[in-house]
């Protein structure tokens, strides 16, 4: 099958990858766009896992400010190098970041960081919804662990669905950017402002 120059910008559009990665994954896949996203998420996961330990130092404090001013967030994205947080990219990604962080309000950037009073009355409410049903309890129990499974993907910001491309998570769309620029960045921290909340 031959690969379009409009098949490629398709999976670019979907992935964010580079044009020739994106063509290169067509021709290994034959043409078929899923087959070609999962490989190129692959790819981008073993990169990132790659880079994970390389410190982040320098990058960027990028702002968010909603129209009106009544509501405004700050995200510290980090790279290795001062070169890399000057690139339009990076900026790019950073300003996404703080635009999702407006529209979905994360509580906490990873699982580990949610507050553990708020886990666990929400991991209380659903064991006993489990039970209220007549769940067994080893059942219920598998129950309850999908459903706190859903409610950090909820609350967490690199496990929740990119508010401009939901077929992407936040983690997806940083082992993209890592993949691409060809050094580790990270998400450090955050926080949203809102008058009156």
């Known amino acids: 099958m031959s690969i379009t120059s409009q098949m490629v910008k398709e999976l670019r559009d979907k992935t964010n990858a580079g044009m020739m990665d994106c063509k290169k994954a067509l021709n290994e896949t034959g043409g078929d766009m899923e087959k070609a996203v999962d490989l190129l998420r692959q790819k981008g996961l073993a990169v990132a896992q790659k880079r994970a330990g390389r410190a982040t130092s320098e990058g960027v404090v990028q702002t968010y400010v909603h129209a009106g001013g009544k509501l405004g967030v700050l995200v510290e994205v980090g790279c290795e190098t001062d070169f890399v947080a000057k690139t339009d990219s ?10 999702h962080i407006a529209a979905v309000n994360p509580v906490a950037l990873k699982r580990e960081e949610v507050p ?32 706190m499974d859903k409610f950090y993907a909820d609350v967490c910001l690199m496990e929740q669905k990119f508010v401009k491309n ?31 909340a």
């Open 90 to 99: 990076f900026i790019e990604f950073a300003k996404d970041i703080a635009m």
């Open 116 to 147: 553990a009073d708020l886990a666990e009355r929400e991991r209380a409410i659903y064991t006993q919804q489990a039970l209220d049903s007549g769940k067994p309890a080893n059942i219920a129990e598998k129950i309850v662990v999908g459903k």
């Open 166 to 196: 939901p077929d992407v998570s936040i983690q997806d769309l940083l082992n993209g950017v890592v993949a691409s620029l060809g050094e580790n960045i990270s998400i450090k921290r955050f926080a949203r402002f809102q008058v009156g």
